[in-house]
């Protein structure tokens, strides 16, 4: 039998006001193991599930990771795999790109990924994470409710949506960088394949100067995904803005702005 129990944070009145609670930390946490919030506990027989993250999980990629034991030891292999869906009573919609895997890490017993939180634009629901999973002789699915803060890394544009995937923080030197681009209908999101992008990254230093750095522009590689790299030569503040050519039609822009690079 599953069992679930669902950790629920509660701040008391007089406690100091703490920098995780504040609009900017939701969307630049920090990867410290210092800060990370427990979401779930799974136990299904002799394997226990701990569902983490750095922080709030947010729209747009967000990580988290599985802690996952029998009998007490880290689990030293297993497949689990996150997919977010925003619901509003009888319809649901699910991440375009579809459950993520989490990979092993160095870490024993902790497997990581970053799914996508995608919202239809405008519109009122809520959240919920379902988590596969199968690890020594135990295996099942779970449907967890979550809370997600809104963000910058989803933008909504000429009726789609351009999403903001890698890299999920940001780090000074060459980064794969990558964005999905999706069309809503219905209750699914269709990917958009026949889009030019181009770059223009931008470091603001002040008093009107600042510049920009290297970077490659994204071609598309598959489902709506497009690739390139950038390379931030510098950390602290930086703005991305990201124009969008499709054939027939009037150039796009959307802007991600105030993000930090560390």
Known sequence: MIRILLVIVC???GCAPSITDTDFFREHPTDSEDTSVELAVIKDGRLSINLMAPDSLRLGASILWVEAAVDGVPASDGDFRVLSKW????????SPLGAVKLVRTD????????PLFIAPHGEEGYWQLQITYAASGESGEAVLP???QSSIWVQYTD??????VRPVHPVTGLDVIEFALHRLVDEQFLPLED???DLFPWMDMGAGQGHSTPYEAPVHVHHGRYRGSVNFIMSGGWEMTVFIQRAGAVQDTVYFKGFTVS
């Open 195 to 197: 889009a030019g992008i």
């Open 159 to 164: 009726g789609y949506y351009v999403s903001w």
């Open 87 to 94: 619901a509003a009573g009888a319809q649901t919609v699910s």
């Open 107 to 114: 870490r024993p017993g902790r497997f990581e990924g970053a």
């Open 11 to 13: 701040f008391l009145t």
């Open 146 to 148: 979550v809370e997600i």
